[in-house]
């Protein structure tokens, strides 16, 4: 049983930084890509960061390249999602999700983690 456990949300002004963490277990993910996605009330859910767990390769939204850092540290099969310089807009439920490979949909989804940016 795959499961994606997010932490480190909360509440911080804008201007602040927060880390996420996405604890993965249930299986190997050597073969997986991760991601960050995130849903602002009202808004449909966006992509925000991704990760090839197999590659290292990382790539990221145009609202958030610059100022986000996505990371793995396999030991610990934990995905963090380093956050600063945040805005306002920021705000959101931030999930992780995983997918096989080259697989067009991710498979797995945390339950999410809030982040409320002040202004």
């Known amino acids: 049983q795959v499961q994606l456990v997010e932490s480190g949300g909360g509440l911080v002004q804008a201007g602040g930084s927060l880390r996420l963490s996405c604890a993965a277990s249930?299986?190997?993910?050597?073969?997986?890509?991760m991601a960050w996605f995130r849903q602002a009330p009202g808004k449909e859910r966006e992509f925000v960061a991704r990760i090839n767990w197999y590659d290292s390769r990382t790539f990221y939204a145009n609202s958030v390249k610059g100022r986000f850092t996505i990371s793995v540290d396999n030991a610990k099969n934990t995905m963090y999602l380093q956050m600063n310089s945040l805005k306002p807009n920021d705000t959101a439920v931030y999930y992780c999700?995983?997918?096989?490979?080259?697989?067009?949909?991710?498979?797995?989804w945390g339950q999410g983690t809030q982040v409320t940016v002040s202004s």
């Open positions: 999700a995983a997918k096989k490979g080259m697989a067009l949909q991710y498979d797995y």
């Open positions: 249930g299986r190997t993910f050597s073969s997986y890509a």
